[in-house]
């Protein structure tokens, strides 16, 4: 059993949670919580799990490799507010969009997306509205940081997230192989419910503050407002990305 914090198992995972480039070095991110951990169990993807002393006899037998840590010092190190009991070290899925274009039919595609909570939502929506793939420009926030593991309830180990070097070539390329890139723009004429999402069609999704960069809209083969009334400018962006991917689900009905 785990009795100090200064255990050297205990400050990698300190590490993990905090630098992005640990979690790439390594191969691996951080994933809290019973549920999230008991699905990467049945996964295969746990590389090491830590259980609070009590949660470990609560559990019984589990699938993965674990270690047992002192209630008190799991409750330090956790850094959810209510513990739950269980730190998993999950391994970073290996792979690249490079294969997407040709076996992809539903894409999200989010350039420079930087509020983790965002992003999480996204990629639990993306799931739930049977999207193929999510893909990051490469300056967005980094999909294994743990607000944003937290944020997708899970459905960061079921759908295929990707970072690209350069999102406009993605746009283009996506173009070239009969996809119709769909830009959401604050200064378009067309309402987002009048765009052609019947085919293949990937939705561009911009960041929070700018929107979609010039480039990135004029690469687009479509762009789209969605409507407002009253006072309000702008939707939150993973509002804008639900009403979309959704919208795609009724088009292709």
Do not use: W
């Not at 002393?53 to 840590?69: F, I, P, Q, R």
């Not at 999207?131 to 980094?142: G, P, Q, T």
């Not at 987002?192 to 690469?219: F, P, R, V």
């Not at 009253?230 to 939150?236: C, Q, R, T, Y």
């Amino acid at each position: 059993m785990i009795t100090s914090e200064n255990n050297a198992q205990l400050k990698n995972i300190s590490v993990l949670l905090k630098k992005g480039k640990e979690r790439q070095k390594k191969g691996l991110f951080v994933a809290e919580g019973r549920k999230m951990f008991l699905e990467a169990c049945e996964l295969g993807i746990v590389e090491k799990a830590y259980l609070s002393e009590s949660y470990a006899k609560e559990l019984g037998k589990v699938t993965c490799d674990y270690e047992t840590v002192l209630d008190e010092v799991f409750n330090r190190i956790a850094e959810t507010v209510t513990p739950q009991g269980v730190i998993a070290l999950i391994r970073i899925p290996e792979g690249d969009a490079s294969g997407i274009v040709k076996t992809a039919r539903k894409l999200l595609l989010l350039e420079d997306l930087q509020d983790p909570g965002n992003l999480g939502t996204m990629i639990r929506t993306a799931e739930a509205a049977g999207m193929d793939a999510v893909i990051l420009s490469k300056n967005s926030v980094d999909v294994y940081n743990p607000k944003v593991v937290r944020s997708t309830m899970g459905a960061v180990f079921r759908v295929p997230v990707f970072y690209t070097e350069d999102l406009v070539g993605l746009i283009k390329e996506l173009n070239d192989n009969g996809f119709n890139t769909i830009a959401t723009h604050l200064a378009a004429k067309k309402n987002y419910y009048d765009a052609d999402l019947s085919g293949k069609t990937a939705i561009l999704i911009g960041n929070e503050g700018n929107g979609l960069s010039d480039e990135a809209t004029s690469a687009a083969g479509e762009k789209v407002r969605i409507p407002m009334a009253g006072k309000v400018e702008s939707l939150n962006a993973s509002v804008a990305a639900a009403l979309m991917m959704y919208e795609l689900i009724r088009c292709k009905k």
